[in-house]
């Protein structure tokens, strides 16, 4: 299966502690997203890069938060000092690059969910 | 502030009748719209989109998706549902020439189609 990977797929942690998330995007796309769903709710953007450059970052994403996508392959998002709040589900998208100007959709990734005790 | 509207929070169908799952639109300037599709336990599968031409947009699994302008609206259509179409359906916008990674969803319907 070549398509968006995240691990892990469920992830359950006490108030205060850091998690980190890991998203695999499709090898020959160089855009990533990151978005978080909540119940009941579409799909929120977060963050997203280019290759490595990180180029858009959302209100959502507090100082809590923060993504990285080192050689422009895989993304980790981390989130410190985790509160109840930020359980949901985070979702991994990727593109390719648009040369043109045409709008590409996004493919994405199973999502890990996030529990915050 | 841009936004996608789902009215619907469900729709019901009989298996064999035609389907439609409404989505209106309010954005500032050209739109590219997009229908996914989320099954449980997994991750949004595209379904169709609309960027330019042709307001009648086809797409995976019979589903079929028209553009109005006017009415500012993306309705999914399929003419014949199937119990395998139950899912919950998510509306998307993006503006032209706007941010290149921020897609708006709507909140979701869900479609469920009884035999």
Redesign the interface.
């Known amino acids: 299966d070549t398509g968006v990977s995240q691990n892990p797929r469920h992830k359950i942690t006490k108030r205060g502690q850091n998690v980190t998330f890991r998203c695999d995007p499709i090898s020959e796309h160089n855009r990533l997203y990151w978005y978080r769903q909540t119940l009941g709710q579409g799909p929120e953007f977060l963050t997203y890069f280019q290759n490595e450059a990180q180029l858009e970052k959302s209100r959502l994403l507090s100082d809590r938060f923060s993504a990285e996508r080192p050689k422009g392959s895989f993304s980790t998002l981390e989130i410190q000092r985790t509160e109840q709040g930020d359980s949901a589900m985070y979702l991994c998208a990727s593109s390719p690059m648009s040369g043109t100007g045409v709008a590409n959709e996004q493919f994405f990734g199973p999502g890990t969910r996030l529990t915050v005790l | 502030a841009q936004s996608?509207a789902q009215p619907e929070d469900q729709v019901n169908v009989a298996e064999g009748n035609p389907l439609t799952v409404k989505c209106t639109y309010s954005v500032s300037g050209n739109p590219?719209l997009?229908w996914?599709v989320q099954y449980p336990?997994?991750?949004?599968?595209?379904l169709l989109?609309y960027?330019t031409g042709d307001n009648l947009v086809k797409g995976s699994y019979g589903f079929e998706a028209e553009f109005n302008k006017s009415q500012t609206s993306f309705h999914l259509k399929k003419p014949s549902a199937l119990v395998s179409d139950s899912a919950l359906y998510?509306c998307?916008v993006?503006v032209?020439?706007g941010?290149?990674?921020?897609?708006?969803?709507?909140?979701?319907t869900k479609l469920s189609v009884k035999p």
Request: aromatic share 26%; proline share 0%; no cysteine.
């Open positions: 996608v590219y997009f996914y336990n997994r991750g949004l599968q595209f989109k960027i998510f998307a993006r032209y020439g941010s290149q990674g921020n897609l708006i969803f709507g909140k979701g």
